[in-house]
Protein backbone atom coordinates (compact mmCIF):
# COMPACT_ATOMS: atom_id res chain seq x y z
CA UNK A 1 0.00 0.00 0.00
CA UNK A 2 1.59 3.76 -0.57
CA UNK A 3 0.26 6.55 0.86
CA UNK A 4 -0.32 10.50 0.18
CA UNK A 5 0.20 12.45 3.42
CA UNK A 6 -0.98 15.74 2.94
CA UNK A 7 -0.41 18.86 5.61
CA UNK A 8 -2.19 21.99 6.27
CA UNK A 9 0.03 24.49 8.35
CA UNK A 10 -2.14 25.20 11.77
CA UNK A 11 0.11 28.05 12.48
CA UNK A 12 1.79 31.66 10.44
CA UNK A 13 4.85 31.31 8.32
CA UNK A 14 7.45 32.69 11.20
CA UNK A 15 6.32 29.17 13.37
CA UNK A 16 6.61 27.07 10.91
CA UNK A 17 10.14 28.57 9.57
CA UNK A 18 11.33 27.78 13.23
CA UNK A 19 10.12 24.09 12.91
CA UNK A 20 11.69 23.79 9.34
CA UNK A 21 15.14 22.72 9.68
CA UNK A 22 14.15 19.77 12.17
CA UNK A 23 11.37 19.03 9.87
CA UNK A 24 13.74 19.04 6.79
CA UNK A 25 16.43 17.16 8.70
CA UNK A 26 13.90 14.23 9.08
CA UNK A 27 12.69 14.43 6.07
CA UNK A 28 16.08 13.87 4.63
CA UNK A 29 16.24 10.92 6.93
CA UNK A 30 12.72 9.41 5.37
CA UNK A 31 13.95 9.80 1.89
CA UNK A 32 17.23 8.22 1.98
CA UNK A 33 15.34 5.20 3.87
CA UNK A 34 13.16 5.18 1.12
CA UNK A 35 9.84 5.70 3.22
CA UNK A 36 9.45 8.82 1.34
CA UNK A 37 9.43 9.07 -2.40
CA UNK A 38 8.57 12.17 -3.17
CA UNK A 39 7.78 15.40 -1.19
CA UNK A 40 7.40 19.07 -1.66
CA UNK A 41 5.52 22.46 -0.16
CA UNK A 42 1.93 23.35 -2.29
CA UNK A 43 1.77 25.81 -4.89
CA UNK A 44 -0.11 28.03 -2.07
CA UNK A 45 2.35 27.34 0.79
CA UNK A 46 -0.77 26.46 2.81
CA UNK A 47 1.06 22.82 3.56
CA UNK A 48 2.37 20.01 1.43
CA UNK A 49 2.22 16.63 0.04
CA UNK A 50 4.26 13.81 0.99
CA UNK A 51 4.03 10.34 -0.89
CA UNK A 52 5.42 7.14 0.94
CA UNK A 53 6.80 3.70 -0.33
CA UNK A 54 4.68 0.88 -0.18
CA UNK A 55 4.38 0.23 3.71
CA UNK A 56 1.15 -0.65 5.74
CA UNK A 57 -1.05 1.97 7.02
CA UNK A 58 0.29 1.76 10.54
CA UNK A 59 3.73 2.40 9.33
CA UNK A 60 2.39 5.88 7.47
CA UNK A 61 1.19 6.53 10.62
CA UNK A 62 4.16 6.11 12.67
CA UNK A 63 6.36 8.64 10.16
CA UNK A 64 3.40 11.07 10.63
CA UNK A 65 3.57 11.12 14.34
CA UNK A 66 7.07 11.19 14.12
CA UNK A 67 7.78 14.68 11.62
CA UNK A 68 8.44 16.95 13.76
CA UNK A 69 5.61 19.63 12.77
CA UNK A 70 3.26 17.24 14.02
CA UNK A 71 4.66 16.84 17.29
CA UNK A 72 4.70 20.87 17.46
CA UNK A 73 1.74 20.68 16.72
CA UNK A 74 1.74 22.54 13.70
CA UNK A 75 0.32 20.67 11.00
CA UNK A 76 -2.39 19.01 10.18
CA UNK A 77 -2.28 15.37 8.25
CA UNK A 78 -4.37 13.34 5.95
CA UNK A 79 -3.82 10.36 4.42
CA UNK A 80 -4.90 8.34 1.45
CA UNK A 81 -3.84 4.93 1.05
CA UNK A 82 -3.53 3.80 -2.28
CA UNK A 83 -2.37 -0.21 -4.03
CA UNK A 84 -0.30 1.58 -6.56
CA UNK A 85 -1.35 -1.40 -9.30
CA UNK A 86 -0.02 0.84 -11.67
CA UNK A 87 3.27 1.51 -11.83
CA UNK A 88 6.02 3.67 -14.39
CA UNK A 89 8.39 1.09 -15.54
CA UNK A 90 11.80 1.99 -13.79
CA UNK A 91 14.19 4.21 -15.70
CA UNK A 92 16.95 2.87 -16.53
CA UNK A 93 20.39 5.15 -16.58
CA UNK A 94 21.17 4.48 -20.71
Known amino acids: M ?12 DVIDQIRPAHLEWLGEQVAQGRILLAGRVESQAGAV ?3 GDMSAEDADRIIVADPYQQAGAVRYERVSFNGAFRAPALSDG
Do not use: E, W
Request: charge should be neutral; avoid cysteine; charged fraction near 0%.
Open 2 to 13: FHVLTTTYLHPP
Open 50 to 52: LVT
